[in-house]
């Protein structure tokens, strides 16, 4: 009875929110079905596992960054979905991470102020697991050494600067979950799907468990923790029910739990965090939208709840910020990150005290960022106790301390605060060189907060965080009605490029079967496609098609025959029988085609490729070659023209941007676009003549984009990565509005971002997603967009695997003043109609602006010229003394006051009848004097 009434000093412990400014926003953390950590921090830095199409990404994002925020910084790294991440005790920037890949990564971040400059650096890659590593942990007193378990039903301890695994399990039973190691460094708990929780002592026999218990009896993952400087255990689990559990265990009588107490009934595996100086227990598993706050002590009954942060986020993982960035004299014992949908959100935990100076008895002595041997030393056998680091701020005690309300949540981010240790690595805990200046005070105090003079942190400046306005910034996505998809589409999966291209009146694929079939069909004639189709046979294995510009009845084919071949569309699209015969058979490559594309504003201008290096620049209407180029040393993989179609830039396998002036055959200039080996695609930005965009990889894989001016290509203006993918990505860029919009064949993402001619030069706006992967994509013309619903792209695409369906997508932007014609992002846009009639004209040396044409409908004014809006009176106003008498609530003073008001001036008249009755009688019996006779 005496310890269920135990006092505690942390009874009246408050969790409280972070004001939602001071939240991290704009989060899109990893959704998979695995029990991944998604979110893990240090002094310096928050890391998120990002949602990403392929190889796992890790967002780093500093932690003074909080608010909004742009796309951050990614790491990759992984080949597979990442499982567990920490940060080494000892350093803010090095970071672990253990994947699927049966790799364990060790990564030195750059200082946050060079995040935007400098690259993450890989350390070493730890390699011996066989399966998946489920768990890492560093060591707490030397900082070269970390513990990995696997599913492959081994314990590790590696060197981390031999890169070698130093120490290793036998197999075991079964698949390991999660690892834990004790205070001092010396022992390893480990819990494994055989229900059981193991202690490993790895430097007398890493072979074998010392001792090992039963554990939880459900069937999910279980995770354990030492209870910080006692000699205990603590996991949490689940009972054969599916109960969630908390388990305590003594490892000096490990033949069975002390205790098995019942936590809840929810489904998601639970993370515990421990905080050893206080012994304070936060539990939240993935789901969860409270965050359970416990003491623990060794004696029964061992763990009591004391309270919990309720909030509205849903938990998708959690972790704690280190002891040495809480505010101390504000009585912040701790701060839980708590990783939601698109935010993380800080809860800090406040143990209210009558007087703002530091409590010893909150904030002991904390283990320190410095190690107390080195691996060789502990590998030897050596144990060494923790050094410890003072939180007390070196300020003046106070003769008399302030007294201070309940504290509140601060409204600014903490601010780093690195103890001041000697460089040795065994500095003893009571040493001065252990102690060192507390963490000033990074948050500001609340209004109802007086902060000691003494205790008051030196000001700090907060940082604005703006946000880029952009018109186009909240795109939205949504795909057109299943009445209007056209399905049971039997697409050749076999071409190399892409399976579907369309313009304004009708679409194209490639059919399944031999020759080389090519099917066409009007985009507004829903419905399944005929099981009697026909199609354009080219004669030989569909390559490439393309559809031409200026004529929505002309398709081009080329193929392995090395032939390009016109052909014309019905006026209904639809074709009667199988078409073997071309309008034109252009002939002049020596292997087969890859690539046909169109000049913008001339006709009969073509411009293809082939495997034999070579591009060749056509007169479709004389059927013959103008001009060759024949300096590329790989496949072309595309080609764009400027604005006015007199220069062109071309894409090679081979890494190299090229610049030409297509009319004399002439190389203008060349660079190398991007490192990797997987190929990439450039767009001239639109009217910007001197700027072009590329979407390639990195060195590292990694897909990005780059934005260069045209006339010096020896580096770009400005390059940043996008995302993790195998497939190289298909850029369209719309020159009206200046928005490049990338996807990729196989996945199901459309980004888009801003072109812009000031650094960073390309903004990320936003990403839609839809809901099966895209085999083939297509952006319509603008006459497409339905400009009344401020459509400003539509996009055909061709989803899923044969049969697959066609269906199109519409992109809009959000507006209010929806019945005018919204001219500033609807600007005159490139007409069907060719600036230049013929291809001689254009040879000749003739250069001419594409026509434009105007997409306002009738009968819509322009917003420009749209009246201004009447301004709305203001909400709220003083009232006049006569309209606050009016409005003013009737009270019962007011009715008693009005009551009795009137009850007096009755009685007032009633006494002036009276008194003049009274006279007249008197003057009728003569005993009034008359007026006449007085004197």
């Given at each position: ?733 719309d020159p009206d509005l200046n928005i490049l919009m990338t996807a990729a064949r196989g996945e199901s993402t459309f980004k888009f971002f801003e072109i812009v001619e000031e650094a960073p030069y390309c903004h990320f706006l936003t990403e839609f997603t839809t809901s099966t992967p895209s085999a083939g994509f297509e952006v319509l013309p603008k006459r497409n967009c339905n400009v009344k619903n401020c459509e400003i792209f ?90 606050r008498r009016e409005q003013r609530e009737v009270t019962r003073e007011d009715v008693l006051n009005g009551f009795f008001g009137r009850t007096q001036d009755y009685k007032e008249e009633e006494t002036r009848e009276t008194l003049e009755e009274k006279r007249k009688k008197e003057e009728a019996d003569g005993w009034a004097v008359k007026e006449d006779e007085w004197d």
């Amino acid at each position: 009875m005496a310890g269920r009434f135990k006092a505690s000093k942390f009874k009246n412990l408050l969790a409280q929110e972070w004001k939602k400014e001071q939240w991290y926003h704009d989060i899109r953390p990893y959704t998979g079905p695995n029990e991944a950590t998604n979110i893990c921090c240090s002094g310096s830095y928050l890391i998120v596992n990002w949602a990403s199409t392929g190889a796992p990404s890790l967002a780093m994002i500093p932690i003074s960054s909080v608010g909004k925020r742009q796309e951050p910084k990614m790491l990759h790294g992984h080949s597979s979905p990442l499982c567990d991440m920490a940060f080494s005790p000892f350093e803010d920037t090095l970071l672990g991470s253990s994947s699927e890949d049966a790799t364990v990564k060790l990564w030195r971040l750059p200082q946050c102020s060079q995040l935007n400059s400098s690259e993450p650096t890989l350390l070493q890659t730890l390699q011996g697991h066989k399966r998946k590593v489920d768990s890492i942990a560093f060591h707490p007193c030397s900082a070269a050494v970390i513990a990995s378990v696997s599913s492959d039903k081994t314990v590790k301890v590696w060197d981390m600067e031999k890169g070698t695994a130093q120490l290793s399990s036998s197999e075991q039973a079964d698949a390991l979950w999660s690892v834990s190691w004790d205070f001092a460094g010396a022992l390893l708990a480990v819990t494994s799907k055989d229900k059981k929780i193991k202690i490993f002592d790895p430097r007398s026999n890493a072979a074998a468990p010392t001792m090992e218990c039963a554990c939880h009896d459900g069937p999910k993952a279980t995770r354990v923790t030492w209870m910080g400087r006692h000699n205990m255990l603590l996991t949490t689990g689940f009972d054969r029910q599916q109960s969630r559990q908390i388990g305590i265990f003594d490892p000096r009588n490990f033949t069975k739990a002390l205790k098995m107490r019942p936590l809840d009934s929810s489904s998601g595996v639970c993370t515990p965090l421990y905080d050893g100086d206080t012994d304070l227990l936060y539990l939240c598993g993935k789901g969860d939208s409270v965050v359970k706050v416990f003491e623990a002590s060794e004696t029964e009954p061992f763990v009591t709840e004391t309270t919990h942060g309720t909030s509205d986020v849903q938990s998708k993982g959690v972790c704690l910020l280190p002891k040495t960035r809480c505010n101390v004299m504000a009585c912040e014992v701790d701060v839980v990150f708590k990783l939601g949908a698109n935010a993380v959100v800080p809860t800090g935990m406040y143990v209210p005290r009558k007087h703002s100076m530091f409590q010893p008895e909150l904030f002991p002595d904390t283990p320190a960022a410095v190690q107390s041997m080195t691996s060789a030393e502990w590998f030897a056998g050596e144990n060494k106790p923790i050094a410890l680091v003072s939180l007390k701020p070196d300020v003046p005690e106070q003769e008399e301390a302030v007294p201070v309300e309940a504290p509140r949540p601060m409204a600014a981010q903490p601010k780093s605060a690195t103890p001041k240790l000697s460089p040795s690595p065994t500095v003893s805990p009571a040493s001065p060189q252990a102690r060192s200046p507390s963490p000033q005070a990074a948050r500001s105090q609340s209004p109802s907060t007086s902060p000691a003079p003494a205790a008051t942190a030196q000001p700090t400046t907060k940082k604005l965080n703006i946000v880029r306005y952009s018109k186009f910034r909240n795109i939205g996505g949504a795909s057109f009605m299943k009445s209007t998809w056209q399905e049971d589409v039997h697409a050749n999966t076999n071409v190399p490029d892409a399976l579907i291209h369309a313009n304004g009146t009708y679409f194209a694929a490639p059919w399944q079967g031999p020759g080389g079939r090519l099917v066409v069909w009007p985009i507004e004639k829903p419905g399944r496609f005929p099981t009697d189709i026909h199609w354009f046979e080219h004669g030989s294995d569909l390559v490439e098609f393309a559809m031409y510009p200026f004529n929505d009845r002309l398709v081009f084919t080329g193929g392995e025959d090395a032939h390009i071949k016109m052909w014309e569309i019905p006026e209904d699209g639809v074709l009667r029988s199988v078409v073997k015969n071309p309008v034109s058979d252009l002939s002049g490559h020596s292997r087969r085609v890859t690539m046909i594309s169109f000049h913008p504003s001339a006709a009969n201008v073509m411009i293809s490729s082939a495997m034999d290096f070579s591009m060749k620049l056509w007169d479709v209407e004389k059927c013959e070659v103008c001009r060759e180029f024949d300096q590329h040393k790989d496949q072309v993989n595309n080609v764009s023209w400027d604005w006015k179609g007199a220069l062109m830039a071309s894409s090679c396998k081979d890494s190299i941007i090229r610049l030409w002036d297509p009319r004399s055959s002439t190389l203008a200039r060349e660079g190398v676009a991007h490192e990797g080996a997987k190929g990439f695609q450039v767009q001239w930005a639109g009217k910007r003549d001197t700027t072009l965009v590329t979407v390639g990889f990195s060195k590292s894989s990694e897909r990005q984009w780059a934005v260069w001016d045209s006339r010096d290509l020896s580096k770009p203006l400005g390059r940043s990565n996008i995302d993790q993918g195998a497939t190289m990505l298909t850029a369209h860029y719309d020159p009206d509005l200046n928005i490049l919009m990338t996807a990729a064949r196989g996945e199901s993402t459309f980004k888009f971002f801003e072109i812009v001619e000031e650094a960073p030069y390309c903004h990320f706006l936003t990403e839609f997603t839809t809901s099966t992967p895209s085999a083939g994509f297509e952006v319509l013309p603008k006459r497409n967009c339905n400009v009344k619903n401020c459509e400003i792209f539509q996009v055909i695409r061709l989803s899923g695997m044969p049969p697959a369906t066609v269906e199109r997508v519409s992109f809009t932007v959000p507006r209010t003043r929806m019945e005018f014609f919204q001219d500033d992002i609807f600007p005159p846009t490139r007409s069907q109609e060719p600036a230049i009639k013929s291809a001689s004209e254009w040879f000749g040396g003739a250069t001419k602006e594409p026509l434009i044409v105007s997409l306002q409908p009738a009968g819509l004014t322009p917003l420009s010229q749209a009246p201004q809006e009447e301004k709305a009176g203001p909400k709220y106003r003083l009232l006049t003394e006569e309209e606050r008498r009016e409005q003013r609530e009737v009270t019962r003073e007011d009715v008693l006051n009005g009551f009795f008001g009137r009850t007096q001036d009755y009685k007032e008249e009633e006494t002036r009848e009276t008194l003049e009755e009274k006279r007249k009688k008197e003057e009728a019996d003569g005993w009034a004097v008359k007026e006449d006779e007085w004197d």
